[in-house]
């Protein structure tokens, strides 16, 4: 790991609902340009903490945090929010197309941002759905909408929305967990080609769809008060050969979880 | 048959009835409306009575042109001033009130539901027509279209804001995560995902809204200035017609129905026909709309 950058970094993060902790101090460098996957068992707040690194979160009520998360070496919670999330894209468990043309819904973002020409707006479309493996697919039908799209088609849809806002950082929450094996294997796909642009962070609960795609494993659990922590971290193939901790090999050879 | 099987078939029975019954009834008086308003139909004619702009019983001309102008403006107007306020309202309890205040607020607009139109007109009466009156205009007497359409904006507020209002909340929260995710702001997030996606419901509260304006009678008389006339306005600019004083479709009917005899009787009936049949297109505008919205048209 010391050839990379840590672009995402987190120091004693805890996380709370209300009084109860979540998440206990999690300190972790995810390195650039690679897929990091967060794996663990149900309840162990993984979602909950890829969701720390664009602060959506803050849309429960009585969430609090302590710690720092720094994107770049930048302290998000000073950051402003919406600045933020155009840098950390996300893609959700379940694809969330908007009730839009599959145009609207890629340039949704760029157009937020101030993006108002057709010409430049369409040649983002086009860039942001070849990168997600679907211009082929929909590039004569770009006005239908994307709800008539098969369910694997929205969630790359959904992933070129993201990328449409040109983001450093992609948080998936398991992208494929509502996806046929055969749309879950191009999600996979598309994943290694765009890690060698942006930084993925991916939560699975599925061990093997971690050991074959990313190149970074964190393993958290929940300790003795049910907070969720970070048990080890390191690369994919030493966890899953050689975890140095006994609980994160109980966790992989599926005595538990 | 057992004694349970019994139960259950007369329970299925009268409930049948029940739902024949108010099927019955609204045939009935339909029948009854359309018999009783045949003769003005047939000796006015329909189209003269559409058409007409003249309504003068002694002189036997029954022109509804004027009180058909009266309602669409009066309706026009109404939704024009509440159509903002109350959908301001279904997106404040819906997106951003906070529990406390949306627990005051919700049940107010209850109230306003409540409150018997008469009331509204009271209200309207000692309010709003001498305000409206203070307006320096030709022909203004503060009785008249603006202080219609201003009581009328505030009755069909409670309807159309809490119908939005459920319709805002219908649309799912992925789509305002989604929006929020890729960097919108709350309000960006509102305005171009959650409000599209609540369009066809919005659409459908406006439409119920406009059934509440048209069949408003009593507080309509009591600040419309209920003149026969076709709204003008009056040689000053074209918005100076809502300082027009007008009369209704159903301001029509209440006014003269005590005194009517004859074709004169038969001719208010034919305005109720017109309202019948203007209430049955807002009604099925509205359904199929909201079946549009309930069958997953999301779009």
Not at chain 1, 118 to 138: C, H, K, T, Y
């Amino acid at each position: 790991m010391a050839d990379t950058v840590p672009r995402l970094r987190t120091a004693g993060y805890n996380l709370y609902y209300g009084s109860f902790r979540a998440l206990r101090d999690i300190t972790i460098d995810i390195p650039e340009n690679s897929i990091t996957a967060i794996i663990g068992p149900s309840g162990c707040g993984k979602s909950t903490f890829l969701r720390s690194f664009n602060r959506m979160n803050e849309l429960i009520p009585g969430v609090t945090v302590t710690g720092k998360v720094l994107l770049d070496g930048e302290d998000i919670f000073r950051a402003d929010v919406v600045a933020l999330r155009r840098k950390v894209g996300m893609v959700f468990q379940r694809p969330n197309p908007f009730p839009k043309s599959i145009f609207d819904n890629v340039s949704y973002g760029p157009r937020i941002h101030g993006t108002r020409d057709r010409g430049v707006l369409a040649s983002i479309v086009e860039r942001s759905l070849r990168d997600a493996a679907l211009w082929d697919e929909v590039k004569d039908d770009q006005q239908k909408s994307a709800l008539a799209l098969s369910g694997g088609q929205q969630q790359r849809l959904c992933i070129a929305r993201a990328l449409a806002v040109e983001p450093e950082v992609i948080l998936m929450d398991e992208p494929a967990s509502a996806l046929d094996p055969v749309a879950t294997m191009r999600i996979e796909e598309l994943m290694q080609s765009l890690k060698q642009r942006y930084t993925i962070v991916i939560v699975t609960h599925n061990m093997q769809q971690a050991a074959r795609v990313s190149d970074f494993t964190a393993f958290m659990m929940t300790d003795g008060f049910r907070a969720g922590n970070l048990v080890e971290f390191g690369a994919t193939k030493q966890i899953f050969t050689t975890p140095a901790d006994s609980r994160t090999e109980d966790y992989i050879s599926g005595r538990f979880g | 048959m057992t004694r349970k099987g019994a139960v259950e078939s007369a329970m299925r029975t009268v409930l049948l009835c029940a739902g024949l019954a108010s099927l019955l009834i609204v045939a009935m008086t339909g029948i009854f409306i359309l018999r009783e308003a045949m003769p003005a139909f047939r000796e006015v004619g329909v189209w003269r009575l559409l058409s007409g702009s003249e309504w003068r019983p002694g002189q036997e001309l029954y022109g509804l042109l004027p009180m058909i102008a009266g309602s669409g403006l009066v309706t026009l107007g109404a939704v024009c001033l509440g159509l903002p306020i109350a959908l301001g309202c279904g997106i404040f309890l819906a997106e951003t009130a906070p529990g406390w205040i949306r627990g005051v607020v919700k049940p107010s607009i209850e109230l306003l539901a409540g409150i018997p139109s008469v009331v509204y007109g009271l209200f309207g009466l000692v309010v709003l027509v001498p305000a409206v009156r203070g307006f320096d205009y030709p022909g203004n007497a503060g009785f008249g279209l603006l202080s219609a359409s201003i009581v009328l904006a505030v009755m069909i507020l409670p309807t159309i804001a809490s119908v939005s209002e459920v319709a805002i909340r219908s649309v799912p929260d992925e789509y305002r995560k989604g929006a929020l995710a890729l960097g919108s702001t709350r309000w960006e997030m509102i305005r171009t995902v959650v409000l599209p996606a609540a369009r066809s419901g919005i659409l459908s509260a406006v439409v119920l809204g406009l059934g509440r304006a048209v069949g408003e009678t009593i507080a309509m008389i009591m600040v419309i200035g209920n003149s026969v006339m076709m709204p003008s306005a009056m040689g000053g600019p074209l918005p100076g017609i809502f300082l027009s004083r007008a009369r209704t479709l159903t301001g029509n009917i209440a006014v003269e129905m005590s005194y009517a005899t004859g074709l004169h009787s038969s001719a208010l009936f034919a305005t109720g026909v017109v309202l019948f049949v203007l209430i049955m297109l807002v009604n099925s505008a509205a359904r199929a709309l909201m079946a549009r919205n309930a069958g997953g048209g999301r779009g």
